[in-house]
């Protein structure tokens, strides 16, 4: 690219001969060199097309933009595209039959009258719906928007960027439906009833960007009341990533997990799981700090010690951990020789991984490696395949174990991309679900 910028500007033009030219004059009197030129829509009187323009610099593309914006004659600029916004146009995913309907006995077959032969089959054994629906391989990802990575509550429809990502993983790893459902409450009686309403079409909810500290009513009372797997991804997929990290870490450090002193910095729904997944894995010391009152009264409930400032737990630990969605937050002077730090916040860390290694830390990684990504997909497989009813702790140790089995030596996790990890986990997964518990369904 030379250092060159890239934008697809998608514009408008009257249909009428020359309005064209009219754009593409504008653009190469302003420096821009086209590239592509793509009609996307051709409506009765206008016709929309993505125009790629490649200019030298960020001052070079305002004045461009600027020329184009002021086109008159009908000429509209309505959007300008970086790589990312242009993977996203349209969304990520979509809805797609799996039969082809070419005659008419394909029709009858998949729709009317056929169908009713398969709706009666179903009324008189519920169970049957996991054979002959989608239901059984499908997961609804539900947000309220509250806690949109560490962007905070801007509002369900802003994040169905994330949850659609969520779903593309979902479908890539693990062979899963993922569907966003985005949720107008924030208030956790509604998100519950809500959850519960649409429950049938699913056999699984991720709870996905949900603050806290609601997010812990809600899924408490989910698990309780639903008898299909519940897991709020940024607690537990995120403390099963942490945990699958630290055991890599601490192999390759040579230090004893147990014996350690980890300090967990933001105890929201992140931290506070991050901390109890670590006490339960029998980490004797589990020091936390977070600027809420309430979050650092929920910590000590659960058995941990609460630090007064983060300096002081920097200075006392050998593991750090940061999710407080503020970037920037771990100065680089606070960093002891020899520390490992996962400062897991997106989309900017609490400290770059190059900072924290140049101050002394002997291992160092941000949220994009040390990632949910790496526990959600597999997880969910394991528990569809084991017809598992829920989520279970010795569940999620086993697929941070599975993770940290299929890490190299001196790595924190595996690639991401890496699809055998994504298997392993739901093997294990699975294997424990089967071993442990007690109300599987029996239908086949
Ligand atoms: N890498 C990964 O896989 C994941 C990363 N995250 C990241 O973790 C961050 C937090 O997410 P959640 O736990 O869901 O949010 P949350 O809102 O539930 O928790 C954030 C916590 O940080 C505390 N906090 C904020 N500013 C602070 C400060 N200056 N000092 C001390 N504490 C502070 C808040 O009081 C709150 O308790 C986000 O940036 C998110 O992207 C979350 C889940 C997965
Ligand atoms: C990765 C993720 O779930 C988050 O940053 O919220
Ligand atoms: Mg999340």
Known sequence: MNGKISRTLLIETPALPGNLGKVATAIGMAGGDIGEI?????????TMRHITVQVDNQEQLGELLEVVRKLDGGIHLHAVSDDVLRA??????????KNPIRSLADLRRVYTPGVASVCQAI?????????????????????DGTAILGLGDIGPVAGMPVME?????????????????LLNSKDPDEIVRTVKNISPGFSGILLEDIGSPHCFEVEERL????????????????????????????????????????????????????CRMFMAYGVKKVFGADKSEDAKERLKQYGG??????????????????????????????????????????????????AALKAGAA??????????????????????????????????????EAIAGCTKLGDLVPHPLDPRVHSVVAEEVAKVSLATNKNRYDYV
């Open 38 to 46: 793509e009609t996307v829509q051709v409506g009765p009187t206008y």
């Open 88 to 97: 996203h146009e349209g969304g990520k995913i979509q809805m797609v039959s």
């Open 123 to 143: 009324k008189e054994e519920p169970e049957k719906a996991r054979i002959y629906t989608s239901i059984g391989n499908t997961v609804a990802i539900v947000t």
């Open 165 to 181: 990502g969520k779903a593309a993983l979902f479908d890539q790893f693990a062979g899963i439906s993922g569907v966003p459902i």
């Open 223 to 274: 698990k309780k009341e639903l008898d299909i797997p519940v897991m709020h991804d940024d607690q537990h997929g995120t403390a099963v990533v942490t945990l699958a990290a630290v055991i890599s870490a601490s192999k390759s450090a040579e230090i004893d997990l147990r014996e350690a002193h980890v300090g967990q910095i933001g105890l929201g729904a992140a931290g506070l799981a991050i």
């Open 305 to 354: 010690h609460v630090m007064g400032t983060l300096e002081e737990l920097m200075e006392q630990c050998d593991i750090v951990i940061a999710t407080t969605g503020v970037p920037g937050l771990i100065q680089e002077k606070w960093v002891k020789p020899g520390q490992v730090i996962l400062a897991l916040s997106n989309p900017k860390p609490e400290i770059e991984p190059e």
């Open 363 to 400: 291992y160092a990684a941000d949220g994009r490696s040390v990632n949910n990504i790496l526990g959600f997909p597999g997880i969910f497989r394991g528990a569809l395949n084991s017809r598992s009813q829920e989520i279970t702790h010795p569940m999620l140790v086993a697929a941070a």
